[in-house]
């Protein structure tokens, strides 16, 4: 049963238009949520978190947005490079619990094109 | 960049075999894990340490084993492997359990 799901296995966008990936969540208890970007054959990358305390948290052309109501994240890059086309994983955890896992969903595959 | 070093990168084994990764960290941090990824899957979760001889099961655990005897190595043993371990196994590193995580390069296995 997935506990973080991304339901678009791929995005493509325009260069230079707004990139709005998502994520859904399952567990009421996860607290905190975090993106990471992957490149082939490399490691994953942090990019931004949320704690949920949060609605929004801003880093540059990286903004996610919070909806604890609905469960549910979305990260925002405004605006898309070519060089931001990369997998892109939600990740979430149980971190006021101090359970020490971080649970990813399967990632969106974004494509930026020039 | 964290300094994180997985080894061996690359590995090609044999159905049966025993197989040992390694995770080095220079960091200090309290909490590693490992990670495995597959097509279709994402990142999932095998198993994970919050401090010495301390660690837990993730959601993929079955088959594998782990152990933390010093801070800064945590090993991933795959005791018999078969060809549905063969991935692209990741390790990472964070000081705080559940924020945010560094981490390797990655190991490609394959289990032939």
């Known amino acids: 049963d997935q506990q973080v799901k991304q339901n678009s296995p791929s995005l493509s966008v325009q260069e230079g238009r707004i990139s709005i990936l998502n994520c859904d969540y399952t567990n009421s208890m996860f607290d905190y949520f975090l993106w990471y970007k992957k490149y082939p054959a490399e490691g994953p990358t942090f990019l931004i978190s949320i704690s949920s305390i949060k609605d929004k948290n801003e880093d540059g052309r990286f903004t996610v947005f919070l909806n604890k109501s609905a469960k549910h994240l979305s990260l925002h890059i405004v605006p898309s490079q070519p060089g931001d086309s990369a997998v892109y994983f939600c990740?979430?955890?149980?971190?006021?619990?101090?359970?020490?896992?971080?649970?990813f969903g399967k990632g969106t595959k974004l494509s930026v094109k020039p | 960049d964290a300094g994180i070093t997985q080894s061996p990168r690359h590995k090609v084994t044999e159905t049966g075999t025993p197989v040992t990764l390694r995770c080095h960290q220079t960091e200090n941090h309290r909490y590693m894990y490992w990670y495995r990824q597959d097509p279709g899957h994402g990142l999932r979760l095998i198993h994970y340490s919050y401090g010495v001889k301390d660690t837990d099961k993730g959601e993929v655990s079955d088959g594998y084993s782990v152990s933390r005897s010093k801070t800064e190595d945590f090993l991933l043993t795959l005791e018999s492997a078969t060809s549905s371990q063969t991935s692209v196994y990741f390790c990472a590193i964070s000081a705080l359990g559940g924020t945010e995580a560094f981490f390797g390069q990655g190991t490609r296995l394959t289990v032939v």
């Open positions: 990740a979430a955890s149980n971190y006021g619990g101090s359970q020490g896992n971080l649970i």
